[in-house]
């Protein structure tokens, strides 16, 4: 098969040379980069698009929230302690700086293009100066029942700035006293309450489009107010005008001082949680009708630098985009994906245990549906055999109780129900803790996991006696016991029986009981530092078979790849001659490609309508890949510092046959395959759009997955147009 053709027009420019290393927050910015380009992909709905930027600009703001605070922090403070690619802090800010503002800049004219693409559908985001008089008389109500007391406040340096949340937005305004004996000029703001709607649904004004759809028309919620601004100034003319958005640096802060030694990680999380909201002000978005007096102002109280003060000349807020993706439009949407239930499940008349009992199970979610799990947990919150159920949460959902009001359930049936659940888990602190409550109160065992870690292994035991002797019956997983992300992300979840697995699992739940680090595992391996040994070992192996002679191949598909340790064996392997092939959606440190340093190894990102989720790890055992004598593991740990040395997670091997084809033949196949949503990173740092070669069959494997989302069965079909050596 002819390599595929690489599109690099549209790619990042090139940095100088490639290094040993990739910066890991550059590679996190190309990665958003790739989302981005997805607004552009005119193969996706219009409504699609406009997510994909929504999704860009939320992946920015988290961003800035979170890494840029500490960048900045390291490079006021002079720190001269270089990066592993060799930048300054200084360096790398001035990097980052450069790289955010164009591609705020590529937002804002992605935007344009798309508003204008939205309009010519009948979705219109009008301006109230272009408003009719029926229309303007209908807002002004409106804006009464949803502003009705707005409370200006006037600024100088004197005086305080009232607290502005994160992600808030506030009018500013310079206006001139019309009256005698006041000021002649004053300063003022309008904090914009952040419960009210961004957008502001018009009536139907009876249009219809030439699809025959009722056209659509919103107002943003900072322009009505805007608009009404006169109101609120009595005795002052308005004389500019100008809305601004403010973000904070949103890290928890849970360094430990002194005489917090003998307070509870909830209470610390707790107490950290109150000191969040009035976290530094980190960047500060404008319209390019701010007057200067005011920006200056405003820099200079907030403590924003100026490097980091944007005019968004359209749009600000781009990740609320994602509010004008209206329901009623399927036409401009995805078409609508339901996730089959598993087949192995229907065949034992929705007998979890026995199906799982009968052979191992492999679900691929979001092709195969999230009910499953909900549904093996209430059968054991309802069967008189099940006496014990143990499961750990990191994220879950808001609305969908589901795992939640499984573990209340079973609770109530008196039985022995403990949830370990880490309230550490970024921006779900809150919600996790209110879980925790609940679930207390109603009879669960709650545990908060350890000070210094987090617990992020996907892990389920329940206990069921039968015939006089207690089975373990395990789920294992990618992803979080989260029934909505379930559906867009895709993970994997493994339901096991296997005596081996089980004694694993129950060693694992004992040590977070007694906040103990999991150790004496035979099966699994677990972090801290066991994945990695793991995984090192494996590669040592493939080194060895590649120097006797033997095929010795690597395959691993991950979220992020940026634990040097892992780099450079991977590296050593490359120039053993091992053949290493790369899955990496996101941040990837290491560099491809390079003679004499990683020739060998080839790094693809696959972005499309699913989130790339799952973690797979292959090693060919002198055999090379793929083959039936591999050895195949799936774990909830990426190759990160943070997942390897600071969190509690767990890697499991693959033992059975149909399973290990499933993963491996199928799915690791396809997504190598993959020429339709994929991109290749290049020895120079860029992101280069993978395409079909000439006369090579086009190949989209979610398209693949979501036409066959039962796995058992199909790999000989895949394979047999698969080539024999895997290209993109």
Same mark, same amino acid.
């Given at each position: 098969?002819?390599?595929?053709?690489?599109?690099?027009? @549209?790619?990042?420019?090139?940095?100088?040379?490639?290094?040993?290393?990739?910066?890991?927050?550059?590679?996190?910015?190309?990665?958003?980069?790739?989302?981005?380009?997805?607004?552009?992909?005119?193969?996706?709905?219009?409504?699609?698009?406009?997510?994909?930027?929504?999704?860009?600009?939320?992946?920015? /703001? =988290?961003?800035?929230?979170?890494?840029?605070?500490? $960048?900045?922090?390291?490079?006021?403070?002079?720190?001269?302690?270089?990066?592993?690619?060799?930048?300054?802090?200084?360096?790398?800010?001035?990097?980052?700086?450069?790289?955010?503002?164009?591609?705020? +800049?590529?937002?804002?004219?992605?935007?344009?293009?798309?508003?204008?693409?939205?309009?010519?559908?009948?979705?219109?985001?009008? =301006?109230?100066?272009?408003?009719?008089?029926?229309?303007?008389?209908?807002?002004?109500?409106?804006?009464?029942?949803? #502003?009705?007391?707005?409370?200006? $406040?006037?600024?100088?340096?004197?005086?305080?700035?009232? %607290?502005?949340?994160?992600?808030?937005?506030?009018?500013?305004?310079?206006?001139?006293?019309?009256?005698?004996?006041?000021?002649?000029?004053?300063?003022?703001?309008?904090?914009?309450?952040?419960?009210?709607?961004?957008?502001?649904?018009?009536?139907?004004?009876?249009?219809?489009?030439?699809?025959?759809?009722?056209?659509?028309?919103?107002?943003?919620?900072?322009?009505?107010?805007?608009?009404?601004?006169?109101?609120?100034?009595?005795? %002052?003319? $308005?004389?500019?005008?100008?809305?601004?958005?403010?973000?904070?640096?949103?890290?928890?802060?849970?360094?430990?001082?002194?005489?917090?030694?003998?307070?509870?990680?909830?209470?610390?999380?707790?107490?950290?949680?109150?000191?969040?909201?009035?976290?530094?002000?980190?960047?500060?978005?404008? +319209?390019?009708?701010?007057?200067?007096?005011?920006?200056?102002?405003?820099?200079?109280?907030?403590?924003?630098?100026?490097?980091?003060? #944007?005019?968004?000349?359209?749009?600000?807020?781009?990740? /609320?985009?994602?509010?004008?993706?209206?329901?009623?439009?399927?036409?401009?949407?995805?078409?609508?994906?339901?996730?089959?239930?598993?087949?192995?499940?229907?065949?034992?008349?929705?007998?979890? %245990?026995?199906?799982?009992?009968?052979?191992?199970?492999?679900?691929?979610?979001?092709?195969?549906?999230?009910?499953?799990?909900?549904?093996?947990?209430?059968?054991?919150? *309802?069967?008189?055999?099940?006496?014990?159920?143990?499961?750990?949460?990191?994220?879950?959902?808001?609305?969908?109780?589901?795992?939640?009001?499984?573990?209340? /359930?079973?609770?109530?049936?008196?039985? =022995?129900?403990?949830?370990?659940?880490?309230?550490?888990?970024?921006?779900?602190?809150?919600?996790?803790?209110?879980?925790?409550?609940?679930?207390?109160?109603?009879?669960?065992?709650?545990?908060?996991?350890?000070?210094?870690?987090?617990?992020?292994? &996907?892990?389920?035991?329940?206990?069921?006696?039968?015939?006089? &002797?207690?089975?373990?019956? !395990?789920?294992?997983?990618?992803?979080?016991?989260?029934?909505?992300?379930?559906?867009?992300?895709?993970?994997?979840?493994?339901?096991?029986?296997?005596?081996?697995?089980?004694?694993?699992?129950?060693?694992? #739940?004992?040590?977070?009981?007694?906040?103990?680090?999991?150790?004496?595992?035979?099966?699994?391996?677990?972090?801290?530092?066991?994945?990695?040994?793991?995984?090192?070992?494996?590669?040592?192996?493939?080194?060895?078979?590649?120097?006797?002679?033997?095929?010795?191949?690597?395959?691993? &598909?991950?979220?992020?790849?940026?634990?040097?340790?892992?780099?450079?064996?991977?590296?050593?392997?490359?120039?053993?001659?091992?053949?290493?092939?790369?899955?990496?959606?996101?941040?990837?440190?290491?560099?491809?490609?390079?003679?004499?340093?990683?020739?060998?190894? *080839?790094? &693809?990102?696959?972005?499309?309508? #699913?989130?790339?989720?799952?973690?797979?790890? !292959?090693?060919?055992?002198?055999?090379?890949?793929?083959?039936?004598? @591999?050895?195949?593991? %799936?774990?909830?740990?990426?190759?990160?510092?943070?997942?390897?040395?600071?969190?509690?997670?767990?890697?499991?091997?693959?033992?059975?046959? *149909?399973?290990?084809?499933?993963?491996?033949?199928?799915?690791?196949?396809?997504?190598?395959?993959?020429?339709?949503?994929?991109?290749?990173?290049?020895?120079?740092?860029?992101?280069?759009?993978?395409?079909?070669?000439?006369?090579?069959?086009?190949?989209?494997?979610?398209?693949?997955?979501?036409?066959?989302?039962?796995?058992?069965?199909?790999? @000989?079909?895949?394979?047999?147009?698969?080539?024999?050596?895997?290209?993109?």
């Amino acid at each position: 098969m002819r390599p595929a053709v690489m599109n690099v027009d @549209a790619a990042p420019s090139p940095k100088s040379k490639p290094q040993r290393y990739m910066n890991r927050e550059l590679s996190w910015l190309d990665f958003n980069g790739r989302v981005l380009q997805e607004a552009e992909n005119m193969k996706h709905p219009l409504l699609e698009r406009l997510r994909f930027l929504s999704i860009s600009g939320s992946n920015l /703001d =988290e961003f800035y929230m979170i890494r840029l605070g500490e $960048i900045h922090e390291h490079a006021l403070e002079g720190d001269d302690e270089r990066t592993p690619d060799g930048m300054a802090p200084s360096e790398l800010l001035e990097k980052v700086s450069a790289t955010v503002t164009a591609m705020l +800049e590529r937002q804002q004219s992605l935007w344009v293009r798309l508003r204008d693409e939205l309009a010519a559908a009948g979705i219109r985001v009008e =301006e109230c100066d272009a408003l009719g008089a029926a229309d303007l008389a209908w807002l002004e109500t409106r804006f009464t029942e949803l #502003f009705p007391e707005p409370k200006p $406040i006037a600024v100088d340096n004197e005086h305080d700035l009232p %607290f502005i949340p994160n992600k808030g937005f506030v009018l500013g305004v310079e206006c001139q006293s019309v009256g005698a004996g006041a000021p002649e000029r004053m300063q003022a703001i309008l904090p914009i309450p952040q419960d009210l709607p961004r957008f502001v649904a018009l009536p139907d004004n009876g249009r219809k489009t030439a699809t025959g759809h009722a056209e659509t028309r919103f107002i943003r919620i900072e322009d009505a107010v805007s608009h009404f601004a006169d109101r609120y100034f009595p005795g %002052f003319k $308005i004389l500019s005008r100008g809305v601004f958005r403010l973000l904070r640096d949103s890290d928890l802060d849970l360094e430990e001082k002194a005489e917090d030694a003998l307070l509870t990680i909830k209470k610390r999380v707790e107490d950290a949680l109150k000191r969040r909201p009035e976290g530094p002000y980190i960047r500060l978005d404008m +319209e390019p009708t701010v007057p200067p007096s005011l920006k200056d102002f405003m820099l200079r109280r907030l403590g924003v630098a100026p490097g980091h003060a #944007f005019v968004k000349r359209e749009f600000m807020g781009i990740a /609320d985009l994602s509010k004008l993706i209206v329901s009623d439009r399927a036409d401009l949407l995805f078409p609508r994906y339901e996730g089959r239930f598993p087949e192995r499940v229907r065949e034992h008349q929705g007998d979890c %245990f026995a199906a799982i009992k009968a052979k191992d199970m492999l679900v691929h979610h979001p092709y195969e549906t999230f009910d499953v799990v909900l549904q093996f947990l209430r059968q054991a919150a *309802t069967d008189p055999a099940v006496d014990v159920i143990k499961w750990t949460l990191y994220r879950t959902s808001k609305t969908e109780r589901g795992v939640v009001q499984a573990l209340i /359930d079973a609770a109530r049936a008196k039985k =022995e129900v403990t949830a370990f659940i880490e309230i550490k888990a970024r921006f779900d602190e809150e919600l996790n803790l209110r879980l925790a409550e609940e679930m207390q109160a109603a009879g669960v065992r709650v545990e908060y996991g350890f000070d210094e870690l987090k617990t992020h292994a &996907k892990l389920g035991l329940i206990g069921r006696w039968e015939g006089g &002797k207690r089975v373990i019956y !395990c789920h294992l997983g990618t992803g979080n016991y989260h029934p909505q992300t379930a559906k867009i992300y895709t993970d994997l979840s493994l339901f096991t029986a296997d005596e081996s697995i089980g004694r694993d699992v129950a060693k694992v #739940f004992n040590a977070l009981y007694d906040r103990r680090i999991p150790a004496g595992l035979t099966t699994l391996a677990n972090s801290p530092h066991g994945i990695r040994a793991r995984i090192m070992q494996h590669i040592d192996e493939e080194i060895i078979h590649a120097r006797e002679g033997r095929p010795a191949a690597v395959w691993m &598909k991950m979220n992020a790849l940026v634990d040097l340790a892992v780099i450079d064996k991977l590296y050593e392997a490359s120039n053993a001659g091992v053949e290493v092939k790369l899955i990496v959606r996101g941040m990837c440190s290491l560099v491809p490609g390079v003679k004499g340093q990683s020739e060998n190894i *080839t790094v &693809k990102s696959v972005i499309g309508r #699913f989130l790339e989720h799952s973690r797979i790890y !292959c090693f060919g055992d002198g055999h090379g890949l793929p083959s039936d004598k @591999a050895c195949v593991y %799936f774990s909830s740990a990426d190759m990160m510092q943070r997942n390897l040395d600071r969190r509690v997670e767990v890697m499991a091997p693959i033992l059975n046959e *149909t399973v290990h084809d499933q993963v491996l033949e199928q799915i690791m196949v396809a997504m190598l395959k993959d020429n339709e949503q994929s991109w290749m990173l290049t020895p120079d740092g860029r992101s280069a759009r993978i395409s079909p070669a000439p006369g090579e069959e086009p190949f989209n494997a979610h398209h693949y997955f979501m036409s066959n989302p039962s796995l058992s069965g199909r790999g @000989a079909a895949l394979k047999s147009s698969a080539p024999p050596e895997l290209h993109w």
